[in-house]
């Protein structure tokens, strides 16, 4: 009797086990798991031999779709570090200014003066030259962030300064007369050749890499020979059979040829002074050939980069607007004269402190200066990207 209870008891611990097993194991074991569509998953059921099983596919960020913006009309712009764009917290706060004040554009940095490029490319040949410096890690997201807030998003790229490609190129490098070395500039940084056509394809590819992410404009800075430095002992192995102008006129049609057929639209950065001179300043630099190849071309019209006398103003950083006015009215006049219309211009103004202050009337003053010229868009300038607020109109 004893015997046959035991049995019983031991059969009944059985089937009870194995029923626990099948009600609470497996089912957490080959369990289907729902989550919310908002969480972004995606679940398939798939079927085995006899069982039903389920393949749950990690979480993966939403494609950002590239979408770009017409060019606005009239463009007000500021410029945008690449450490400023690289941390939420600071490009918010200017992201927040464009959008309470009359500005409708930025300016942010695809490459800087040390050959540094702003976030990782998509292109992986570019690679190289990437990971040092502040570095974007969401330029993509965050360009796509600007095109939902209607902002005009313009990339720049500084050209033949470039250090960091020196390094790896000193082929191509502006060169010593002296013992053909590398040359530099008082500040120590090295650049490249004009002519150096190897170059050109870099610049041709991180230009259409940029537009690939989302930018509206490509705006091409240092675009001409060196300025400053020990000028008695410098050689240009690539371009010595051309004079400075036609050596960079030929960059200037290469990039037409190159970059606009992508749809993206180009832009040059030029000395103040070209808007007066008619001279390549020996840098290269001439108002008219810029016109003919970029859709705008915006002459950096900063009073304090003036020399004293200038046009009969002692200290012109004292006279913002008129070197303003005077600046841009010579530059329409002859855009005119080259049958080119004068709204291809816009000039990048002046919004930091160099050998004055800059408030509130001196950055309005240039501004409308600009109005005063017959023109109708601007860009203003602070590399330290404190602008002033109080000089701007609110937005409509």
């Known amino acids: 009797m004893r015997r046959a209870l035991k049995t019983v008891l031991m059969g009944g611990i059985f089937i009870t086990g194995v029923f626990s097993v099948f009600y609470f194991l497996v089912p957490i074991l080959f369990s289907v798991t729902y989550r919310s569509s908002h969480e972004g998953d995606v679940l398939n059921g798939v079927k085995g031999a006899g069982t039903t099983e389920s393949l749950l596919i990690p979480l993966i960020p939403p494609e950002i779709i590239v979408t770009h913006l017409s060019t606005p009309e009239p463009l007000r712009a500021v410029y945008m570090t ?166 960079l006129e030929n960059f200037f049609a290469y990039l037409e040829e190159k970059v606009k057929p992508s749809g993206a639209v180009i832009s040059a950065d030029l000395f103040g002074m070209t808007a007066t001179n008619t001279d390549d300043l020996n840098i290269g630099q001439v108002l008219e050939p810029a016109l003919r190849h970029f859709d705008y071309v915006a002459p950096m019209v900063y009073p304090s980069h003036y020399p004293p006398n200038y046009n009969g103003w002692k200290d012109p950083n004292q006279h913002a607007y008129d070197v303003v006015h005077y600046s841009m009215s010579r530059a329409v006049s002859r855009a005119m004269v080259a049958s080119t219309t004068p709204l291809k211009l816009r000039p990048w103004l002046q919004d930091f402190d160099y050998g004055g202050t800059y408030g509130a009337k001196e950055v309005r003053d240039q501004i409308q200066a600009t109005y005063d010229a017959g023109l109708t868009s601007w860009m203003l300038w602070d590399p330290s990207n404190k602008y002033t607020p109080s000089a701007l109109h609110p937005a409509e």
């Not at 053909?180 to 500039?185: E, F, H």
């Open 82 to 247: 690449a450490c400023y764009a690289s941390q939420s917290s600071l490009r918010s706060q200017l992201v927040k200014m464009i959008e309470k004040t009359e500005l409708n554009a930025v300016v942010i940095d695809i490459k800087d003066y040390t050959g540094t490029i702003s976030y990782e490319p998509s292109d992986k040949t570019l690679n190289g030259n990437w990971g040092a410096g502040c570095q974007v890690n969401d330029m993509k997201a965050f360009v796509a962030e600007l095109h939902e807030k209607g902002i005009y998003t313009i990339g720049r790229l500084t050209v033949f300064q470039d250090p960091t490609y020196t390094k790896v190129h000193p082929e191509l490098a502006v060169k010593r007369a002296s013992d053909g070395g590398v040359w530099k500039d008082h500040k120590g940084l090295s650049f490249i050749d004009v002519s150096a056509t190897p170059y050109w394809d870099y610049v041709v590819a991180l230009a259409l890499d940029a537009y690939a992410q989302g930018f509206d404009e490509i705006n091409f800075d240092y675009i001409r020979f060196p300025s400053d430095g020990n000028m008695r002992d410098i050689a240009y192995p690539w371009s010595k059979n051309l004079t400075k102008r036609q050596a």
